[in-house]
């Protein structure tokens, strides 16, 4: 089910900015990932249900929520929309965001000194029609002693990230490498992300002969 508040109230932009897209969330990295490209937003965060279906493959299950978030953005701004959705997978299982401390450190253990995947859609409405693309990134991390990961849970990172890491934060001591789009496992790939973008006639590098 669909859950959109007042678009008066949810949508927030800089006052100084000129905004040429609406983003279907409310997740600060993803904000700034398009600010690095030159993309102004206006954040318009939606409430859709997360829930996996039953037997759902992890490339299906974030496209579509990716598409349901953009679908939901529609009509609470004139401006194309995006939505975005990430998911940690480890052995074919999806990895979520932690319930809780046990729940984080029992992620991690199963993540420490292997290999792991992390899927990103995108989704952009606009006149040329629902665009989408996916970015799967190959991540291998060293091991990771139980002293580290309760003191990396204390730190309060993890708790409301997919996996129960933040690559892009304190987890970076983690990361041995990786295989595919550092942004995207951030939380946004960007390169298809920009071609999505070109496609319905959003310009990128916003502002830049300012």
Not at 23 to 49: H, T, Y
């Amino acid at each position: 089910m669909l859950a959109l508040a007042d678009p008066e109230s949810i949508c927030m932009r800089e006052s100084s900015t000129i905004a040429v897209l609406c983003l279907a969330s409310a997740s600060p990295r993803r904000r700034e990932l398009l600010s690095s490209i030159g993309v102004e937003v206006e954040v318009c965060p939606v409430d859709i249900d997360e829930t996996p279906n039953a037997g759902e493959a992890a490339d299906a299950y974030v496209a579509r929520l990716a598409r349901q978030k953009a679908a939901a953005g529609v009509g609470l701004a004139s401006l194309p929309v995006l939505g975005s959705d990430t998911a940690v997978v480890c052995d074919g299982v999806i990895l979520g965001k932690p319930r809780d401390q046990q729940h984080a450190a029992a992620m991690l253990r199963g993540l420490s000194g292997r290999a792991h995947q992390v899927l990103t859609a995108v989704a952009v409405s606009g006149p040329a029609g629902m665009l989408e693309a996916c970015a799967t990134t190959r991540v291998v991390m060293r091991e990771i002693t139980e002293h580290e990961i309760a003191a990396y849970w204390a730190t309060g990172e993890p708790a409301d990230k997919a996996g129960g890491y933040a690559i892009q934060g304190l987890a970076a001591i983690f990361i041995e490498r990786i295989e595919g789009s550092h942004s995207a496992v951030v939380g946004l790939p960007l390169f298809e992300t920009a071609a999505l973008l070109a496609r319905q006639g959003v310009p990128l590098w916003n502002g830049a002969d300012r």
